[in-house]
């Protein structure tokens, strides 16, 4: 399945097998290597944060941003 | 200034057409009207020279969308008030033991290929201080997080409690500003960064100590990068609302 990935001004296209949870997109080490994004993200669907273990949506659009952990004090 | 014409529609009727134009204030309904979904953005709303201690400062943007004003100012040196210590003969961040004495100011110059951005967002009608961020962008666009302390890992900076109300818009971004220029880089939230946060800092920041005094700020070492020591984020609130 096809995959559109957006993290900050960049856009990326990969073909993943079927069943790719979120999470195995995030944990892609191609992608963080082009990226430079962290473990410190999450991914947004429509608008929507979305859970590692959810199916990412064939020929969908993920968009990857930098999570912000709050403060423990 | 007032028009007046006669219209022939396409079905024959014809019509008599008044437009009439006059120049407003620019309130707070007009601003809502225009800006429900995306941000009005507007460059070089002010000069900068208007803040305190504002050197090499370049012009104050404005985004503007609903209750967000979001004001971004591009530093022409970023103003580093921690402890420091030093490494191979060189002053470097001690960002590890940032509370601990003695504090210096070193005022460090970003490369020529990093705009720096310092972002305040503020909410109207109250006008106090959202959220502040400190945005590093390369000469494509990309934004990242500076190996420092006192930034969340969005680059969002911790600023603690401080009575950022102003009567005015200048007021409260003079007071945010200032309140920036005066803090110092403590060791809260130094990890966020990722682990080699600390390290990086060091070889970003360097000073060689000049005689009989004074100090000169070290390039980047050969093999490194300022991208490459600091850390790529993607903020979809820096994204909508930096003015670069």
Sequence with gaps: MQLTVKFGSDTYTRVYAEGTTIGQVLADHDLKAVTGWGDNVRAVVSGVEQG???????????VVETKANTKQN | MTEVYYAIEY?????????TEREVLMDQNIMSRFAVDNPIKVNSVMSAAILPESPGLGNIGLSIK?????????????PLR?????????????LKNGNSDPEFVMNWVPPNNMRLYFMVNMIQPAMSVDVQFLVA?????????????????????????????GSTLI???SKAWTQFQKSRWQSDLVDRGGASSVSNSMEMF?????????????????????????????????TEHIVL
């Design chain 2, 82 to 94: 921690c402890a420091f210590k030093m490494k191979s003969g060189n002053m470097v961040p001690d």
């Design chain 2, 11 to 19: 079905d024959g009727t014809v019509k008599h057409v008044t437009v």
């Design chain 1, 52 to 62: 590692a273990n959810v199916l990412a949506p064939d020929g969908g659009i993920i």
């Design chain 2, 206 to 238: 360097k000073f060689k100590p000049l005689e009989p005094s004074g100090f000169e700020q070290l390039p980047i070492k050969d093999g490194y990068t300022w991208e490459s020591l600091s850390t790529r984020i993607s903020s979809p609130f820096i």
């Design chain 2, 137 to 165: 962008v390369d000469p494509v666009g990309k934004h990242y997080r500076l190996p420092l302390s006192n930034l969340y890992e969005d680059s969002r900076m911790c600023h603690g409690v401080y009575d950022y109300s």
């Design chain 2, 171 to 173: 007021d409260v971004i």
């Design chain 2, 66 to 78: 609903r209750h967000n004003v979001a004001a971004t100012i591009r530093l022409a040196q970023l």
